[in-house]
Protein backbone atom coordinates (compact mmCIF):
# COMPACT_ATOMS: atom_id res chain seq x y z
CA UNK A 1 0.00 0.00 0.00
CA UNK A 2 1.85 3.18 -1.35
CA UNK A 3 -0.19 6.01 0.36
CA UNK A 4 1.00 9.05 -0.35
CA UNK A 5 3.61 9.44 -3.62
CA UNK A 6 5.07 12.51 -4.81
CA UNK A 7 7.16 13.09 -7.39
CA UNK A 8 10.22 13.88 -8.23
CA UNK A 9 12.26 13.64 -4.62
CA UNK A 10 14.58 16.25 -5.52
CA UNK A 11 14.52 19.41 -8.19
CA UNK A 12 17.31 22.09 -8.46
CA UNK A 13 15.85 24.67 -10.99
CA UNK A 14 17.10 28.44 -12.29
CA UNK A 15 15.12 31.38 -11.35
CA UNK A 16 12.17 31.93 -13.37
CA UNK A 17 11.58 28.06 -14.61
CA UNK A 18 8.65 26.66 -14.10
CA UNK A 19 7.73 22.97 -12.49
CA UNK A 20 5.03 21.34 -11.65
CA UNK A 21 4.88 19.29 -8.67
CA UNK A 22 2.89 15.60 -8.62
CA UNK A 23 1.38 13.89 -5.91
CA UNK A 24 -0.92 10.82 -5.96
CA UNK A 25 -2.89 9.17 -3.07
CA UNK A 26 -4.31 5.19 -3.46
CA UNK A 27 -6.49 5.32 -0.23
CA UNK A 28 -9.64 7.08 -2.57
CA UNK A 29 -9.47 10.14 0.05
CA UNK A 30 -11.35 13.13 -0.94
CA UNK A 31 -9.49 15.48 0.27
CA UNK A 32 -5.99 16.77 -0.49
CA UNK A 33 -3.40 19.40 0.55
CA UNK A 34 -0.17 20.53 -0.19
CA UNK A 35 2.05 22.21 2.21
CA UNK A 36 5.94 23.63 2.21
CA UNK A 37 8.41 23.44 5.37
CA UNK A 38 10.92 25.81 5.39
CA UNK A 39 14.18 24.96 7.69
CA UNK A 40 13.35 25.00 11.30
CA UNK A 41 9.50 25.52 10.85
CA UNK A 42 6.50 23.84 10.98
CA UNK A 43 4.64 23.33 7.51
CA UNK A 44 2.58 25.72 6.38
CA UNK A 45 -0.56 24.80 3.83
CA UNK A 46 -0.36 26.60 0.39
CA UNK A 47 -3.55 25.20 -1.14
CA UNK A 48 -5.89 22.24 -0.80
CA UNK A 49 -8.76 20.54 -2.36
CA UNK A 50 -11.37 19.50 -0.25
CA UNK A 51 -13.15 17.42 -2.98
CA UNK A 52 -12.64 16.53 -6.38
CA UNK A 53 -13.47 19.71 -8.67
CA UNK A 54 -12.70 22.18 -5.75
CA UNK A 55 -9.74 24.17 -4.78
CA UNK A 56 -9.33 26.73 -2.09
CA UNK A 57 -5.75 29.11 -0.80
CA UNK A 58 -4.39 28.48 2.55
CA UNK A 59 -1.76 30.00 4.19
CA UNK A 60 0.53 30.89 1.57
CA UNK A 61 -0.62 30.45 -2.18
CA UNK A 62 1.00 33.43 -3.77
CA UNK A 63 3.52 32.42 -6.74
CA UNK A 64 1.52 28.47 -6.88
CA UNK A 65 -1.36 27.16 -8.95
CA UNK A 66 -2.89 23.44 -8.18
CA UNK A 67 -4.97 21.24 -10.30
CA UNK A 68 -7.15 18.70 -8.95
CA UNK A 69 -6.75 16.23 -11.88
CA UNK A 70 -9.14 13.90 -10.20
CA UNK A 71 -9.50 12.04 -6.80
CA UNK A 72 -6.32 10.72 -6.62
CA UNK A 73 -4.19 13.17 -8.09
CA UNK A 74 -3.31 16.66 -7.20
CA UNK A 75 -0.26 18.48 -8.63
CA UNK A 76 1.26 21.60 -7.71
CA UNK A 77 2.88 24.46 -10.21
CA UNK A 78 5.41 26.92 -10.22
CA UNK A 79 5.23 29.16 -12.78
CA UNK A 80 7.97 31.42 -12.68
CA UNK A 81 9.94 30.07 -9.67
CA UNK A 82 12.23 31.96 -7.27
CA UNK A 83 14.87 31.91 -4.73
CA UNK A 84 11.91 32.04 -2.06
CA UNK A 85 10.26 29.16 -2.98
CA UNK A 86 13.23 27.21 -1.73
CA UNK A 87 11.25 24.60 0.55
CA UNK A 88 10.69 20.98 1.16
CA UNK A 89 6.91 20.13 -0.24
CA UNK A 90 4.45 17.86 1.38
CA UNK A 91 1.54 16.39 -0.06
CA UNK A 92 -1.14 14.90 2.23
CA UNK A 93 -4.68 13.18 1.93
CA UNK A 94 -7.40 12.92 4.29
CA UNK A 95 -10.86 11.35 4.28
CA UNK A 96 -13.72 13.84 4.36
CA UNK A 97 -16.18 13.60 7.30
CA UNK A 98 -17.14 13.93 10.95
CA UNK A 99 -14.86 12.07 13.81
CA UNK A 100 -11.42 14.02 12.67
CA UNK A 101 -10.06 11.43 10.18
CA UNK A 102 -6.42 12.26 10.23
CA UNK A 103 -4.19 13.64 7.31
CA UNK A 104 -1.62 11.14 5.63
CA UNK A 105 1.82 12.16 3.94
CA UNK A 106 4.22 11.80 1.77
CA UNK A 107 7.72 11.97 1.78
CA UNK A 108 8.49 15.19 0.16
CA UNK A 109 9.67 16.74 -2.61
CA UNK A 110 12.82 18.81 -1.53
CA UNK A 111 13.33 22.03 -4.32
CA UNK A 112 15.92 24.35 -4.43
CA UNK A 113 15.69 27.11 -6.87
CA UNK A 114 19.01 29.08 -7.32
CA UNK B 1 -8.45 26.89 15.10
CA UNK B 2 -7.25 27.40 18.63
CA UNK B 3 -3.51 28.14 19.08
CA UNK B 4 -1.00 25.69 21.08
CA UNK B 5 2.00 25.69 22.91
CA UNK B 6 4.33 23.35 23.37
CA UNK B 7 7.79 23.16 25.15
CA UNK B 8 10.63 23.29 22.64
CA UNK B 9 12.51 20.54 23.33
CA UNK B 10 12.43 17.55 26.05
CA UNK B 11 14.94 14.68 26.77
CA UNK B 12 13.84 11.13 27.60
CA UNK B 13 15.57 7.81 28.65
CA UNK B 14 15.20 4.45 26.10
CA UNK B 15 12.65 2.23 27.75
CA UNK B 16 10.59 4.91 29.71
CA UNK B 17 7.87 6.63 29.15
CA UNK B 18 7.75 9.88 27.33
CA UNK B 19 5.51 12.59 28.37
CA UNK B 20 4.44 15.52 25.60
CA UNK B 21 2.34 18.14 27.26
CA UNK B 22 0.84 20.49 25.15
CA UNK B 23 -1.03 23.58 26.30
CA UNK B 24 -4.59 24.73 24.19
CA UNK B 25 -6.53 26.78 26.94
CA UNK B 26 -8.70 28.50 23.92
CA UNK B 27 -9.82 25.43 22.21
CA UNK B 28 -13.42 25.25 21.19
CA UNK B 29 -16.30 22.55 21.94
CA UNK B 30 -15.91 21.37 18.54
CA UNK B 31 -12.34 21.13 18.02
CA UNK B 32 -10.55 17.65 18.41
CA UNK B 33 -6.95 17.65 19.63
CA UNK B 34 -4.48 16.02 17.04
CA UNK B 35 -0.90 14.81 17.37
CA UNK B 36 1.80 14.09 14.90
CA UNK B 37 5.51 13.41 14.57
CA UNK B 38 8.02 14.30 12.10
CA UNK B 39 11.63 11.99 12.35
CA UNK B 40 14.14 13.70 10.39
CA UNK B 41 13.35 15.02 7.77
CA UNK B 42 10.38 12.71 6.46
CA UNK B 43 6.73 13.39 6.13
CA UNK B 44 4.68 13.77 9.44
CA UNK B 45 3.15 10.82 10.47
CA UNK B 46 -0.27 10.63 12.43
CA UNK B 47 0.07 9.17 15.81
CA UNK B 48 -3.65 9.90 17.57
CA UNK B 49 -6.18 12.40 17.74
CA UNK B 50 -9.17 12.65 20.26
CA UNK B 51 -12.29 15.28 21.26
CA UNK B 52 -12.66 14.57 25.21
CA UNK B 53 -12.01 11.37 26.23
CA UNK B 54 -8.35 9.96 26.34
CA UNK B 55 -7.73 7.87 23.51
CA UNK B 56 -4.98 4.94 23.23
CA UNK B 57 -3.80 3.01 20.01
CA UNK B 58 -0.88 0.82 19.40
CA UNK B 59 1.61 4.16 18.90
CA UNK B 60 0.60 5.85 22.53
CA UNK B 61 -2.03 7.56 24.51
CA UNK B 62 -3.73 10.53 24.56
CA UNK B 63 -4.89 12.59 27.45
CA UNK B 64 -7.07 15.35 27.92
CA UNK B 65 -7.82 17.58 30.62
CA UNK B 66 -11.58 17.24 31.74
CA UNK B 67 -11.66 21.38 30.97
CA UNK B 68 -9.85 20.63 27.94
CA UNK B 69 -7.49 23.17 28.33
CA UNK B 70 -4.59 21.31 28.17
CA UNK B 71 -3.43 17.60 27.04
CA UNK B 72 -0.21 15.02 27.04
CA UNK B 73 0.92 12.66 24.62
CA UNK B 74 2.46 9.48 26.21
CA UNK B 75 4.57 7.33 24.47
CA UNK B 76 4.77 4.37 27.03
CA UNK B 77 8.36 2.98 26.20
CA UNK B 78 10.45 5.32 24.53
CA UNK B 79 12.78 3.98 21.91
CA UNK B 80 15.74 5.48 19.82
CA UNK B 81 13.58 5.43 16.14
CA UNK B 82 10.66 8.32 18.25
CA UNK B 83 13.47 10.72 18.44
CA UNK B 84 11.58 13.42 16.37
CA UNK B 85 9.29 16.61 16.32
CA UNK B 86 5.66 16.42 17.59
CA UNK B 87 3.35 18.44 17.05
CA UNK B 88 0.28 19.28 18.67
CA UNK B 89 -2.77 20.30 16.97
CA UNK B 90 -6.29 21.62 17.37
CA UNK B 91 -8.96 22.12 14.75
CA UNK B 92 -12.38 21.85 13.56
CA UNK B 93 -12.65 18.59 12.03
CA UNK B 94 -15.43 18.71 9.57
CA UNK B 95 -14.68 22.17 8.23
CA UNK B 96 -11.99 22.57 6.00
CA UNK B 97 -9.91 20.19 7.72
CA UNK B 98 -6.24 22.30 7.56
CA UNK B 99 -3.74 21.81 9.85
CA UNK B 100 -2.27 24.47 11.17
CA UNK B 101 1.25 23.47 12.54
CA UNK B 102 3.34 25.03 15.01
CA UNK B 103 7.21 24.27 15.73
CA UNK B 104 6.79 21.38 17.81
CA UNK B 105 8.66 19.71 20.25
CA UNK B 106 11.48 18.26 19.62
CA UNK B 107 11.74 14.56 21.55
CA UNK B 108 15.20 13.53 21.94
CA UNK B 109 15.51 9.53 23.39
CA UNK B 110 19.01 8.92 24.50
CA UNK B 111 19.94 5.10 25.20
Known amino acids: NAGVTQTPKFQVLKTGQSMTLQCAQDMNHNSMYWYRQDPGMGLRLIYY?????TTDKGEVPNGYNVSRLNKREFSLRLESAAPSQTSVYFC????WGDGGQPQHFGDGTRLSIL | DAKTTQPTSMDCAEGRAANLPCNHS???????VYWYRQIHSQGPQYIIHGLKNNETNEMASLIITEDRKSSTLILPHATLRDTAVYYC????????????FGTGTRLQVFP
Open chain 2, 26 to 32: TISGNEY
Open chain 1, 92 to 95: ASSE
Open chain 2, 89 to 100: IVRVAYNTDKLI
Open chain 1, 49 to 53: SASEG
